[in-house]
């Protein structure tokens, strides 16, 4: 087959290049955007007077043909053709005639593939953006169960002082909202329109970019066409947020895979969300959560392979630019799926509330209160935490927790100790009291839930808006 750009050529390609130089087995996921730019294009080029009405109506109504044969699962893409572009135009032109070769007029590959992916960019953030805020409302919606469980809270992943899941699920839930940020700015990336760049330096047609810009729905037309052609900086963002994101997930993964097991036995995953072992009858694994955790550094390399690819370009197009697709859309697949099977399993997980609790009132997760109950007292607070680590230690040599003191034990570390001590060291007093800003008292989870309640309300209402600019 005659290729469409091989009038200098004087030998058919190697089919071992075509092969390799051909990227229609992914790049044809971007169909959808590609015969919307095609069409956009078009109409401008007909507004300017650059080709003929009549041929813009038949140019538009047979990539409308071609996007119905390739919705239906009808239209045969061809290797040959290398790409989405050159498979549409061929299928148009074959259908339309003349007119067909009229349609590439005024702009290059370059800035073509480089329309389709910020109209696919685009297309992705909203979709990945549904996705997060169903996760940030599941991680709401455990949060507000649990207010009140107990659970301690972990440092160098020793037990350090109580505090409730509900603030431990608003932490992750916090991570989220800064994702859905950097989502946001990932939007505002692909929100510029490179159309009309051609090969590296423009046109001499008389194009309207601000046109083509206005159909598509651009916030933003490129100033350059260099620029606009070798800029791939919206898709690294859109995989450094996904990068960021998936880290998230994993650290949660980390968790589930350690409250899941026997030794913490926290929590309790539904059987449609773990698996058997092929020879241990007994075992329950969590490979949903080591998934996301093993699936994190897949995002992590597609994010360096492109960093690597781009690092040494010179301007304005290569061919290296071709890679930046695949690594792009297994990110975005990922990326949507794990925060859809994360959300359900989260929701369908069971937290034993009494194994929680237990695990907090047989530790010395409350000794920071007791070096408060001292400060309260007037003892400065390095001395206190002097004396209450040798209380700790008198402690765990004699077996005893904290709260299985006598007062004549106490007071033999300090006179400043009395009765009311046995109230403040409760982990459940301890929680109570934590009301500075940001803590895990009671009070606070309530007013933290407010305000994620609110903050995903905003995030439902920007990304109903970006919807409708698609």
């Known amino acids: ?255 589930i895979c350690l409250w899941s097991s026997t030794e913490f036995g926290f929590i309790d995953l539904d059987d449609a969300f773990a698996t058997g072992s092929s020879m241990m009858p007994q075992k329950k694994n969590p490979d949903i959560a080591e998934l996301v955790r093993g699936k994190t550094g897949r995002v992590y390399g597609n994010m360096m392979g492109l960093f690597a690819t781009i690092k040494g370009l010179p301007l304005a197009y290569n061919k290296d630019l071709q890679e930046d697709k695949e690594g792009f859309f297994d990110t975005i697949d990922t990326v949507k799926f794990s925060l859809q099977v994360y959300r359900d399993m989260i929701l369908t997980m069971k937290v034993n509330e009494e194994r929680m609790a237990e695990a907090v009132h047989k530790d010395y997760s409350n000794a920071t209160d007791l070096a408060d109950y001292l400060v309260k007292k007037g003892m400065p607070f390095r001395k206190a935490h002097k004396v209450v680590g040798e209380a700790v230690a008198y402690g765990i040599a004699h077996h005893k927790f904290l709260a299985d003191f006598s007062m004549e034990e106490f007071k033999q570390f300090s006179p400043l100790f009395e009765q009311d001590l046995l109230e403040a060291i409760k982990p459940e007093n301890c929680v109570a009291a934590r009301t500075s800003y940001g803590g895990p008292a009671f009070s606070q989870n309530a007013l933290q839930l407010q305000k994620g309640r609110e903050a995903v309300e905003k995030q439902k209402a920007l990304a109903g808006k970006l919807l409708a600019r698609l």
């Open 1 to 255: 087959m005659a290729k469409l750009w091989g009038g200098r050529f004087s030998k058919d390609t190697n089919a071992l290049v075509d092969a390799f130089n051909a990227s229609i087995d992914y790049d044809q996921r971007l169909y959808r955007e590609d015969i919307r730019g095609s069409i956009a294009h078009v109409h401008m080029l007909a507004r300017t007077g650059i080709i003929s009405q009549d041929d813009a109506d038949k140019i538009v109504a047979g990539l409308e043909k071609v996007l119905q044969e390739m919705e239906a699962g009808q239209f045969e893409f061809k290797t040959e053709l290398e790409d989405i572009h050159m498979n549409v135009e061929a299928a148009v032109t074959a259908l339309v005639g003349d007119p067909g070769a009229r349609m590439h007029t005024a702009r290059s590959r370059n800035d073509q593939v480089a329309l389709d992916m910020h109209m696919y960019t685009k297309r992705a953030v909203t979709e990945v953006m549904e996705l997060l805020i169903k996760f940030e409302e599941a991680l709401l919606t455990v949060a507000e169960k649990h207010q009140k469980t107990l659970m301690p809270g972990y440092t160098h992943l020793q037990r350090a002082q109580p505090i409730t899941f509900c603030h431990h699920m608003l932490a992750y839930f916090n991570m989220f909202l800064r994702d859905f940020r950097r989502l946001e700015g990932v939007w505002k990336g692909a929100d510029m329109m490179p159309l009309g760049a051609g090969a590296v330096a423009g046109t001499t047609l008389p194009i309207d970019r601000f046109q083509v810009a206005e159909e598509l729905h651009f916030s933003e037309v490129y100033g350059n066409s260099m620029d606009a052609v070798s800029d791939r900086d919206y898709i690294l963002e859109f995989l450094s947020f996904a990068s960021i994101c998936m880290m998230h997930l994993s650290r949660l993964s980390e968790e």
